[in-house]
């Protein structure tokens, strides 16, 4: 540093204009003085003759989806993933918070019109006015493909007609839709989840439907004769779930699948004259796990062949004979008819009654030795559910696997403390022995879907 000062210094004096006389002279000196001393106390300017400071290094060039720090702090690191999650992510938000996330940033401002578009009622306006000119606008500028489409029924055929025949509806996965569906759905290949209702689908129309991709399909208060739904079923070869709400125009359902694993029913019609469904019958579902039905006017439920049914729900009410039948085993509303077979597959049983009685119970836990979750739904309690002398033989001989008891309706009353003492006293495996849900068990049906607790 010392030789650089002394350098610095020379450089300085031959580079100095000569002095005037006077004052002038004495300022120069001065000046030069003064100069010299902050040379040598702040860091000097290189001359371009000197060693030049080291140029600094070149930036690299920021990438577009790089990770940018946000308000307080953080790290942006959703905006660096590919447009193809980001557009995943967006579809599965509610459709106007999806169209909000144009407005987070630059970075998202296209993505919107270009993910898989999900168009829902229950997130746009009420009103029918509103709504339709909301609809049209968003698959108006929306440039495809569809994930889900969702509107209520009540508009125009044409509007309708022009909305299904929409770019931005291409490549549709699911359709909640009111109005029977269009011979020109050209996206049926591509559906994955079906639900029609309110509509009347004629003979003609339902054969000319084919779902090859389809997991799921509801019918909700839906007029279809009995030749067309069996049709359609068979032309779903991959249907997993179906649903069966409040539908006319057959009175039985014959279900011959490869592929369904769950299947639920709520037959009822309040319509004088209506051809009704009177009888389900299971004839081949090698998958078949799960089977809910509900019914208000009778229903008759058989079970042919269905070895993999592991959870089964049934309501039925006070008034109305039903009758069901697995394999050569046959309740007569839900109380033991004759007990030829028994069922091990079954290990979830859901049931509605008007009674709570412990008789019933036991009765089909003998038809289901391997049962472990039993949830029961009852209005009331008439008889005194006792248990200990009259059951002392099922308790000594029958090995319960029981792990939880769920009772809804729960008021504490005499029935109902001597229902839950005989699971809490001899049930060995139950988890929750003391522990009991007094809220109403859903159904499962009521909403047109089912929503058992399993």
């Excluded at 030795?369 to 002392?392: A, G």
């Excluded at 809490?424 to 009521?446: F, K, R, Y």
Aim: hydrophobic content about 35%; some cysteine; glycine content about 8%.
């Amino acid at each position: 540093m010392k030789q650089y000062s002394q350098r610095r210094r020379k450089l300085f004096r031959s580079r100095r204009p000569p002095a005037t006389e006077g004052a002038a002279g004495s300022n120069a000196k001065k000046g030069g003085s003064d100069e010299l001393e902050a040379d040598e106390s702040s860091p000097p300017e290189m001359a371009p003759t000197e060693a030049p400071n080291p140029q600094p290094p070149a930036k690299k060039k920021r990438n577009s989806h790089s990770q940018e720090p946000v308000e307080g702090g953080g790290v942006d690191l959703i905006s660096g993933l590919p447009d193809a999650i980001l557009g995943d992510i967006i579809s599965l938000l509610p459709t106007k918070d999806g169209a909000r996330t144009q407005g987070l940033a630059s970075r998202w401002r296209h993505l919107w019109c270009s993910a898989p578009l999900n168009l829902d009622r229950s997130d746009l306006p009420s009103d029918r006015e509103a709504l339709e000119g909301v609809v049209s606008r968003i698959l108006a500028v929306h440039r495809g493909p569809g994930r889900r489409f969702c509107v209520p029924a009540g508009y125009l055929p044409a509007t309708v007609d022009s909305w299904l025949r929409s770019p931005a509806l291409d490549n549709l996965e699911e359709i909640d839709f009111c109005l029977p569906p269009a011979s020109n759905f050209h996206f049926s290949a591509t559906l994955r989840v079906a639900t029609l209702s309110k509509c009347c689908i004629p003979d003609g129309l339902a054969q000319s439907l084919h779902f090859p991709q389809l997991n799921q399909l509801g019918l909700q208060e839906v007029t279809i004769s009995e030749g067309s739904l069996h049709g359609l079923i068979s032309r779903c070869p991959v249907l997993e779930c179906l649903l069966l709400s409040k539908c006319i125009g057959f009175a039985c359902a014959r279900i011959n699948s490869s592929s369904l694993r769950g299947i639920g029913v709520r037959a009822e019609c309040y319509r004088d004259g209506e051809l009704r469904l009177l009888e389900l019958i299971i004839e081949d579902a090698p998958c078949l796990e799960r089977l809910f039905y509900t019914e208000y006017l009778g229903l008759n439920v058989t079970v042919i062949a269905a070895p993999k049914l592991e959870a089964l729900g049934c309501s039925i009410t006070q008034c109305n004979v039903s009758r069901l039948l697995l394999g050569s085993t046959e309740f007569q509303e839900l109380n033991v008819v004759s007990l030829t077979t028994v069922l091990r597959s079954v290990k979830v049983l859901a049931v509605d009654t008007w009674f709570t009685e412990l008789d019933m119970v036991i009765g089909l836990m003998e038809c289901f030795p391997c049962l472990e979750k039993l949830y029961i739904q009852s209005c009331r309690s008439v008889r005194q559910n006792l248990w200990r002398r009259k059951h002392k033989h099922f308790i000594q001989n029958y090995a319960m696997r029981i792990k939880t008891v769920v009772l809804g309706s729960y008021w504490g009353i005499r029935a109902q403390v001597n229902f839950a003492s005989f699971f809490i006293l001899n049930a060995t495996e139950l988890e929750t022995p003391s522990h009991w849900i007094g809220q109403t068990l859903q159904s499962g049906l009521c909403n047109g879907q089912p929503q058992y607790p399993f």
